[in-house]
């Protein structure tokens, strides 16, 4: 046996020892986490040498641990010398994989569960998930909507704030003008008066979007499938709806 080859050989060994400890080291730290944690939804054990710790992807959210699990760190690591917050660049890359999962075409929406806000002659499409206590969601009704030009806005209600957001929501959707009981009520402050037992949506519109992993409103959904969570400003908006116009253009010509 050459020494070249024999080198080789003792690199492949070498190199699974190690590849097997690591693994044998996560497996126990799954263990700990487990004995402590029996519901914990441990998605991920990842090592990061350089600084001694494990990376646990646990129910969504990150943290880190050492080997035994004596020490949970909740917080964020930053790379002093780029100042990059590894921990918020590592939850944005796990929120888009589980996005990713969940990705669906504008039309897969249950567009009939919504009611329609029209601006100029509707020709862009969008959703929008709201709540009718959410703080932000106001502000963008009030700040951005208003200004928006040539747009269908198709708002769901979805009350996930307060539990007195569901009577409301149901009340808003049993009124006879929809629109005018959510800006009342939103943009007023004024509480909508039709009772809220008429049949409605909300239990579904609650469900379908717990299942789309919708966590925070506003949730916003474009035509070329794309979603973005937060109160937009008027610019911010246009800028998505555009990007969504010529998503849904470039496909079309590859298609083509």
Not at 11 to 18: K, P, Q, T
Not at 64 to 85: P, T, V, W
Not at 112 to 135: E, H, I, L, T
């Amino acid at each position: 046996m050459t020494r070249l080859r024999l080198l080789t050989y003792l690199f492949i060994i070498v190199s699974g020892i190690v590849v097997a400890l690591a693994y044998a080291g996560q497996d126990e730290l799954r263990a700990a986490i487990k004995e402590k944690f029996p519901n914990a939804n441990v998605q991920s054990i990842t090592e990061v040498p350089a600084l001694g710790l494990y990376e646990l992807v646990i129910d969504g959210s990150v943290y880190y641990s050492d080997a035994k699990f004596e020490h949970l760190i909740d917080g964020n690591i930053i790379e002093i010398k780029s100042m990059r917050n590894l921990t918020a660049e590592r939850k944005r890359e796990i929120e888009e994989a589980e996005l990713r999962k969940v990705a669906m075409a504008f039309d897969d929406l249950p567009l009939a569960n919504a009611f329609k806000k029209v601006y100029g002659d509707g020709s862009r499409r969008m959703a929008y998930f709201a709540d009718p206590n959410c703080g932000f969601c106001k502000r963008f009704d009030r700040e951005t909507l208003p200004n928006l030009k040539n747009a269908t806005v198709y708002v769901f209600l979805y009350p996930i704030i307060t539990e007195q957001s569901v009577p409301t929501s149901k009340s808003i959707w049993c009124s006879a003008d929809r629109e005018k009981a959510w800006d009342d009520y939103v943009i007023k402050s004024v509480a909508p008066k039709a009772a809220p037992d008429c049949e409605n949506p909300v239990d579904d519109i609650l469900a379908f979007g717990y299942s789309k992993r919708i966590r925070g409103t506003p949730t916003l959904f474009f035509a070329d499938g794309s979603r973005i969570s937060g109160a937009l400003t008027l610019e911010q908006l246009e800028q998505r709806l555009v990007r969504a116009e010529e998503n849904i253009a470039k496909a079309e010509g590859q298609g083509g």
